[in-house]
């Protein structure tokens, strides 16, 4: 009987001692501190993870808009018309009844003026066979810059270009 009150307190004394030793374990997780976080070697932020709010915004250009005579003249698909805008030469193209693109009209080889062609879809400079796409860009050379291309908006009816 005696053997077995002994075993029990030892048995206690043991799990007391456990539970003692793990609560001094947990302790010193909740008091560590951790190490320092080196931020000069940080990564920056790609702006990709930014919320929308915190990107840069650019600033909306202006729209200069197009009289109703020249407006009149891109109103059909595959019309086109380079005009004036601004002191630059812009190509204006009837895509569609809805699409309507711009884009400079000054060849960047060598500054031949470019011209639409809406059975291929594509612009086409006549002075040594470069060809852009809708959005500007080369398709074959010898030009090797893309042309800049332009916003275009409607608002209240009339055709405007952001520029
Ligand atoms: S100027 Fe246009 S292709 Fe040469």
């Known amino acids: 009987m005696k053997n077995t009150s002994l075993s029990r307190r030892s048995f206690f004394l043991k799990a007391a ?13 909740l008091f560590a501190v951790p190490p320092p976080v080196d931020t000069s070697r940080a990564a920056p932020t790609p702006a990709a993870a930014l919320p929308d709010t915190a990107k840069p915004q ?11 005579k020249q407006a009149k003249k891109i109103s059909d698909p595959g019309d086109y018309e ?19 693109v711009a884009m400079s009209a000054v060849c960047t080889h060598e ?24 959005k500007g860009h080369v398709v074959k050379g010898p030009a090797k810059q893309d042309l800049t291309p332009y916003t275009v908006q409607i608002k209240d009816g009339k055709i405007g270009i952001a520029m």
């Open 17 to 29: 001692g456990l539970a003692g030793a793990a609560a001094l374990l947990k302790s010193r997780d």
């Open 82 to 100: 380079v005009f004036k805008i601004n002191d630059k030469k812009i190509l204006f193209a009837r895509i569609s009844a809805t699409e309507l």
């Open 58 to 68: 650019a600033p909306e250009k202006p729209l200069t808009f197009l009289t109703d």
């Open 111 to 134: 500054g031949c003026t470019v011209k639409y062609k809406p059975k291929e879809g594509d612009v086409k400079c006549w002075c040594h066979g470069s060809t852009y796409d809708l």
